[in-house]
Structure formats: structure tokens, C-alpha cells
DNA sequence: CCAACTACCTGTTAGC
DNA sequence: TGCTAACAGGTAGTTG
């Protein structure tokens, strides 16, 4: 499940292989990768043909080709992997992949396939002059590696919160990028338990949970960005992915690596959980 | 406005 | 062996 270390995997992988290279044409082969591009397949296909790929950027999450052409308005071409997406270059004329969802040939006869097998992900264009964030993503708050990113103030509203603190990094509102795999891990590390409300832990607390989502982050990227291709991130712990140094995330019944209890996995709004019972014990009520 | 719930998907695995 | 059910979970839309 792609979150933010693998995004920006993904993000730099693209980077290096694809910024300044044009896109010749382009083909949606299943309706639902572009469900939320609102004029739909012919117009995406249509507009986005001709033009140059100036950068690749990222919000959390969020993933977008900025493009630019001659006499035309300047795009963004967004992407979200939702839990299965993943770009792959190809040199081959012929794609044969049952699960592309979109592929853009280039103009040096490369061709960059969107592929998601479970088609939680999508693709939509929209006009972008390149400033701030095109506005599918800007809902989104800031991530921990955005130079803007005030873990201060973060901290400041999340202690402002009688919600789970789980929840709160889940939210993507506040702070974005954490998925369910790495909020265990922060709150595993920070010895925290989900359930803790943001104002029990107060302004201090989650500063401290967020010094951990940040240090989480941090190493899964370098681990990442070293290990393995970047334009085929696996799904779901294929080749070489951080899972190896995950503490509690899918430990379940295993030793916890600091004190030995047994790892809990426990049901939180339809998906789990995973604590250590005597490092995150309940929080009183 | 905020919080909580659910639909959306399919490949894999567990259980009978 | 073959079938069914559970599971994985990010986002957006809906409901309260």
C-alpha cells in the first residue's frame, strides 16, 4: 500500500525518467482509472496529447506530471496509486498487462503504463499554472518533507482534537501522507496508543508522536530508495520492502522488539490495528 | 462544521 | 477438490 515513502519513491523514479520527455499520445484502457476526470475519457486522452512533462511533484499521497506546451494552457496531470498503483516504463510496441489502466507513449517511443490491479487509484488532468497545488489536492494538508510543513502547528491542532490521534494521522487533513501501515509504526515507536485522544496528549504528546512519523517515514524512504525499482513498487510486501523493519504492523502474536509482549491486532474502522499491549496500553477515558 | 460510517475494487488466503 | 468468506485499505461521498 503505496503512503508517502513510496509515493516519493515513485515520484523520483519518474523524475529521472520522464521530465522532459513528451507525450505523443495517450490511451485509457479502463473507464474507472479516470472516473474522477470530470469531461471524461475522450477529453483526457485528447488534451493531454503533445505535451511536455516539466516535472513530476507530490502532496502526501497526491502525485502529479506538470506539463507544458507551446500556445496551450499549462496541466497537471494528477494521479493517486490508492492502494495498488504503480507506473512502469516499457520500451515494447505492445502492452500486454491485464491490469494497465492508462498508457502514455512518448515521443522517444518509450510508453509509461498505469497499472492497478485493484483500481482503488486514478488519473485526472486539470489546468495548473504551476503555483501551490492544483485543486484536487488542495484539501490536502502539508506532508512531514514539505519545506512548509510547521510540525508545531500540526501538533498545536491535533491537541485541539478529542478525536483518536490514529485517526487524526489517518485524516490526511492536518498532516497527509500516512497511511495505515506507518501510523502503527509512529505510534508503536512514539509508545502511544491509537485511541489517545489529541487533547489528553496535548500540543507535547503530539509533537512527539510526529517527531516518530517523521523518523518512520524517513528511514522507510531511504530503505526505499535503494532496495528496489521505483517505477514497480510492490503491492504488498513483494522484493525487498520495508516490511522487514516494521515493529508492529502485521506482528501480530510476534514479540514485541521491545519488551517481548505479544503484538495485538485489533479491529479500527474496518481495518487494523497492531499494538503492543504493555508499551500502548488503553489511555484512560 | 465535525465525526463516523460506507462504497468502491480484486487477488490471495483461510476455512469448511 | 471446490466453494465461500474474510481480508487488505485510501478516498470521497453521505449521514447524523
Not at 477529453?43 to 507530490?58: K, Q
Amino acid at each position: 500500500m503505496p503512503e508517502l515513502p513510496e509515493v516519493e519513491t515513485v515520484r523520483r523514479g519518474l523524475s529521472d525518467s520522464v521530465v522532459g520527455a513528451r507525450i505523443e499520445s495517450a490511451r485509457v484502457r479502463h473507464p474507472r482509472a479516470i472516473r474522477r476526470h470530470e469531461l471524461g475519457r475522450r477529453d483526457f486522452v485528447d488534451r493531454v496529447a503533445g505535451y511536455e512533462i516539466l516535472a513530476v511533484r507530490r502532496r502526501g499521497k497526491f502525485l502529479w506530471w506538470q506539463l507544458a506546451a507551446d500556445d496551450q494552457p499549462q496541466l497537471a496531470l494528477i494521479a493517486h496509486l490508492g492502494m495498488s498503483g504503480q507506473f512502469r516504463l516499457t520500451d515494447k510496441q505492445r502492452v500486454v498487462d491485464r491490469h494497465a489502466r492508462a498508457t502514455f507513449r512518448l515521443a522517444d517511443t518509450r510508453t509509461v503504463v498505469f497499472r492497478d490491479q485493484r483500481t482503488f487509484g486514478w488519473l485526472r488532468l486539470d489546468d495548473w499554472d504551476g503555483d501551490g497545488v492544483p485543486e484536487p489536492v488542495r484539501h490536502i494538508g502539508l506532508d512531514p518533507f514539505d519545506p512548509a510543513y510547521d510540525q508545531k502547528q500540526v501538533a498545536i491542532g491535533m491537541a485541539r482534537s478529542e478525536s483518536g490521534i490514529k485517526r487524526l494521522l489517518l485524516s490526511q487533513n492536518l498532516v497527509s501522507g500516512v497511511g495505515n501501515i506507518y501510523a502503527d509504526e509512529a505510534l508503536w515507536r512514539a509508545q502511544v496508543h491509537p485511541e489517545t485522544s489529541g487533547s489528553s496528549l496535548a500540543e507535547e504528546g503530539c509533537r512527539r508522536v510526529l517527531d516518530q512519523v517523521a523518523a518512520v517515514m524517513t528511514a522507510a524512504l531511504d530503505a526505499g530508495g535503494t532496495s528496489f525499482d521505483p517505477l514497480y513498487v510492490s503491492v504488498n510486501g513483494e522484493s525487498g520492502w520495508f516490511d522487514r523493519s516494521l515493529d508492529a504492523y502485521g506482528r501480530e502474536g510476534l514479540p514485541c522488539r521491545r519488551c517481548g509482549h505479544a503484538i495485538l491486532r485489533e479491529r479500527f474502522t474496518n481495518r487494523s490495528s497492531h499494538r503492543c499491549p504493555e508499551c500502548q496500553p488503553a489511555p484512560f477515558v
